[in-house]
Nanobody
Framework: QVQLVESGGGSVQAGGSLRLSCADS????????MAWFRQAPGKEREGVAV???????IYVDSVKGRFTISQDNAKNTLDLQMNSLKPEDTAMYYC?????????????????????WGQGTQVTVVS
């Protein structure tokens, strides 16, 4: 059973950095798409970054050049390095994974996410 657990959130000043991590019991390496989503109060959940099995990453425009998504299959983790954080990055951040061994489209995955979701980790950026 896929269980995703996020960590690394916290409160940081604008311009600072945080590194989020999503750990799984062992299915991450078998998911063809994994992504980070976020949801701010009063807003819809949005895809932030997705990575596929080829290592190709896609980012939403608002985080390009500031965030980096990476996957470590040996450690079964999905990470999101967030630099130059802005107050508008404040949100609950979730990781999501596609069903293991199933094909997925990175661009489509960034819109909808997958079958499995973590509980989220809060990121707060203060100005």
């Amino acid at each position: 059973q896929v269980q995703l657990v996020e960590s690394g959130g916290g409160s940081v000043q604008a311009g600072g950095s945080l590194r989020l991590s999503c750990a799984d019991s062992g299915y991450i390496s078998n998911s063809n798409c994994m992504a980070w989503f976020r949801q701010a109060p009063g807003k819809e959940r949005e895809g932030v970054a997705v990575i596929d099995s080829d290592g190709t990453a896609i980012y939403v425009d608002s985080v390009k050049g500031r965030f980096t998504i990476s996957q470590d299959n040996a450690k079964n983790t999905l990470d999101l390095q967030m630099n130059s954080l802005k107050p508008e990055d404040t949100a609950m951040y979730y990781c999501t994974a596609s069903q293991p061994f199933r094909y997925c489209s990175g661009s489509n995955f960034l819109l909808h996410g997958g079958n499995y979701w973590g509980q989220g980790t809060q990121v707060t950026v203060v100005s």
